[in-house]
C-alpha cells in the first residue's frame, strides 16, 4: 500500500534556530496535508498543498510540495517555545476511488529555551 | 473554524465490556467521518472510513465485528468497541470531513483504557 515516510523522527533545537521536516510518498499524491499535534493534544490542521512545485507561507512556517508531487518540506524560521509538539504530514492519494489520507510517522520537535 | 467534539474523552473498562465512542461535527455536515487510532508517540493509523448512510470501510488489519461503526446522520458517527481487551487500550481519535472539501477537522480525542 502507500506510505508515506517522514524525517526525521525527533528533533531538538535551540530557541532561535532553524527546523526543517521532510516528507516522502511512495506513490503521487493529489495533495499533501500538515499537522502539528502539541502533546496530550490532538492533530490540528495547519495546511493543505495541491499543485506541483506549490509554496506557502504561514508567518515563520515554509511549506512545499515537490515538482512530482511525492515529496514535501516544512520548514520554520527561528524556532520558539510555542512550536514544540509533533508535526505530521498527510499524502492524500486516490485509490480504487477512494480518497485516503495516509499519514508520515511524525517529526517531534523539542525547543530549548 | 470547524469543531468537531468527541465524547467520551477518556473511559476506563473491564475487559470484556463494550465501549461506544462519539463523534460530532457540531457546525458542519460531515458526509465522511474518519476514526484512527494512535499509540504514544507514534502516528495515527487509520482505522475505517465512514460516510453517512452506507457501511464503513475498514483499512486491512482492522476487525469490523470488533469495531463497529455506524454513520447515522451527517453530524454523528459512533464507533464502539465491542469485548474490550487491554490490548485495545489507546487513544482514539476521529475526524470529519465536510463534503467536497479536503481539509479534515480531528476531535479532542478518547483515551481508552481497558483493565
Known amino acids: 500500500g502507500q506510505q508515506v515516510m517522514q524525517i526525521p523522527q525527533y528533533q531538538h533545537v535551540q530557541e532561535g534556530e532553524d527546523f526543517t521536516t521532510y516528507c516522502n510518498s511512495s506513490?503521487?499524491?493529489?495533495?499533501i496535508q500538515w499537522y502539528k499535534q502539541r502533546p496530550g493534544g490532538h492533530p490540528v490542521f495547519l495546511i493543505q498543498l495541491v499543485k506541483s512545485g506549490e509554496v506557502k507561507k504561514q508567518k515563520r512556517l515554509t511549506f512545499q510540495f515537490g515538482e512530482a508531487k511525492k515529496n514535501s518540506s516544512l520548514h520554520i524560521t527561528a524556532t520558539q517555545t510555542t512550536d514544540v509538539g509533533t508535526y505530521f504530514c498527510?499524502?492524500?492519494?486516490?485509490?480504487?476511488?477512494?480518497?485516503?489520507?495516509?499519514f508520515g510517522s511524525g517529526t517531534r520537535l523539542q525547543v530549548q529555551p | 473554524g470547524a469543531v468537531v467534539s468527541q465524547h467520551p474523552s477518556r473511559v476506563i473498562c473491564k475487559s470484556g465490556t463494550s465501549v461506544k465512542i462519539e463523534c460530532r461535527s457540531l457546525?458542519?455536515?460531515?458526509?465522511?467521518m474518519f476514526w484512527y487510532r494512535q499509540f504514544p508517540k507514534q502516528s495515527l493509523m487509520l482505522m475505517a472510513t465512514?460516510?453517512?448512510?452506507?457501511?464503513?470501510?475498514?483499512e486491512q488489519g482492522v476487525e469490523k465485528d470488533k469495531f463497529l461503526i455506524n454513520h447515522a446522520s451527517l453530524t454523528l458517527s459512533t464507533l464502539t468497541v465491542t469485548s474490550a481487551h487491554p490490548e485495545d487500550s489507546s487513544f482514539y481519535i476521529c475526524?470529519?470531513?465536510?463534503?467536497?472539501?479536503?481539509?479534515?477537522?480531528f476531535g479532542p480525542g478518547t483515551r481508552l483504557l481497558v483493565l
Open positions: 498527510a499524502g492524500q492519494y486516490v485509490d480504487m476511488g477512494r480518497r485516503a489520507l495516509t
Open positions: 506513490t503521487t499524491l493529489s495533495n
Open positions: 465512514s460516510n453517512e448512510g452506507s457501511k464503513a470501510t475498514y
Open positions: 457546525d458542519f455536515q460531515a458526509t465522511t
Open positions: 475526524s470529519a470531513r465536510e463534503n467536497l472539501r479536503e481539509t479534515q477537522y
